[in-house]
């Protein structure tokens, strides 16, 4: 997460002045989220029958690769393989690391447990991040693409050091039985969708909740850019501000959530996420700019309760399984969402991307999320499998 917030403020501006077009940003986000959607399940699938280490480091090998393509790029169709080694290798990268997450920690503690690492990797780290960014992007010549492409080897750099952190670090940890046939993989696939109660509709309510990954983060930087003359310092204090927000309140609403629910939690701090991009909108100067990025901060704290939810609704062995089918319609529903919010862009207006996500949330997720149970006290039959937490 900190490599990744250094370049995070320059990664849609980098690739716009590389000459592709908002459409064409949206392009390059849904091809790489579309590609991390397709393969999801088979990741899910392989970590649940074979563990989770080689998956977790050939996660980390394929970012390191987007990072190397982002610094080599001359045009912004080579940005769309960087854009795809990216969504690819954080998808099987963090199917690893939330495998571990959900099967590691009691309810009771989960929420709380999974805002600590927040509190860390998108807190502290989040907010040092953009302030080396702003510091090498000044350095080097400011917001263009002479000035961002160094950020790339170094994000390349740092990422190489994880892979050797993973690899003497991380024991091999499965959960499940031993490895079966790939001909099992439909069957045991449409086990998980059984094992649960309404995961079919937690499956259109997660998709929806991670549109603003699709169209409010890459557009928000151009926004403020483009829109509303945001200078380099001001688009890192927007990374950093948003970075505060889960520093400050996510252990404590992590807290909260395992003590009165989740549900509860995520009727307060989703709206507080949708008040970013009214403010961002409407932003007369850049101290409003700052605003919209603690309120975006608030989609982090909600992620991490509604992924706190998603552990709860199905038995550990079938963890890594469930993570894939989720993340495989997540990334779907966003790569389409990606594309339709450049073509907003470019046809209706730039404010129209993120009224656009309001809407849906307001509308689809939101009813749906109050006919789901609260998941803090949900026990499933079989909680584990014969292979438990074996490593």
């Known amino acids: 997460m900190f490599l990744y917030n250094i370049v995070a403020p320059y990664l849609s501006i980098y690739t716009m002045d590389l000459g592709a077009s908002a459409t064409q940003l949206g392009i390059v986000n849904s091809v790489g989220m579309a590609a991390a959607g397709v393969i999801a399940p088979f990741i899910g699938w392989i970590i649940d029958r074979r563990g989770v280490r080689l998956v977790y480091l050939l996660g980390i090998v394929l970012l390191a690769v987007s990072y190397l393509t982002y610094a080599i790029a ?3 169709s080579i940005v769309v393989w960087a854009m ?22 009691r309810s009771e503690d989960r929420a709380t447990a999974m805002s600590l ?49 993973i690899y003497f670090l991380l024991p091999n940890c499965r959960w499940s039985a031993g490895a079966t046939g790939p001909r099992r993989l439909l069957r045991d696939l449409v086990a998980v969708l059984r094992s649960g109660e309404k995961l079919g509709r937690w499956l259109v309510i997660d998709a929806i909740g991670f549109l603003p990954m699709g169209m409010v983060i890459p557009f928000a930087q151009p926004f403020a850019h483009e829109v509303k003359g ?10 950093t501000a948003f970075a505060v927000t889960p520093l400050v309140l996510g252990i404590p609403v992590g807290r909260i959530a395992d003590r009165i629910g989740r549900k509860r939690v995520l009727y307060v701090t989703i709206p507080l996420a949708w008040l970013s991009s009214i ?35 199905v038995p550990k062995a079938h963890m890594g399984r469930w993570l894939g089918i989720s993340v495989f319609f997540r990334m779907l529903l966003a790569a389409g969402a990606a594309s339709l919010a450049g073509v907003i862009w470019d046809r209706l207006g730039p404010a129209y991307v993120f009224l656009t996500v309001i809407g849906l949330e307001l509308l689809i997720r939101m009813p749906l999320l109050v006919t789901m ?3 803090l006290h949900l026990t499933h039959h079989a909680e584990t499998g014969p292979g438990e937490a074996t490593g």
Do not use: D
């Open 74 to 76: 001359g045009s912004w």
């Open 84 to 105: 795809v080694a990216y969504w690819l290798g954080r998808g099987m990268s963090g199917q690893g690391c939330s495998t571990i997450c959900g099967n590691s920690i």
């Open 117 to 165: 690492c927040e509190t860390l990797a998108a807190g502290v780290l989040g907010m040092l991040a953009p302030l080396v960014g702003v510091a090498l992007v000044t350095r080097f010549g400011g917001v263009n693409v002479g000035g961002i492409r160094p950020l790339f080897y170094v994000a390349l750099a740092g990422t190489i050091g994880t892979f050797f952190m």
């Open 230 to 239: 945001a200078n380099e310092l001001i688009l890192g204090m927007m990374i």
């Open 279 to 313: 403010a961002l909108i409407l932003a007369p100067n850049s101290g409003v700019l700052v605003l919209s990025g603690v309120l975006l901060g608030f989609f982090t704290i909600s992620a991490v309760t509604a992924g706190a939810m998603a552990y709860e609704l």
């Open 373 to 375: 149970p609260e998941t």
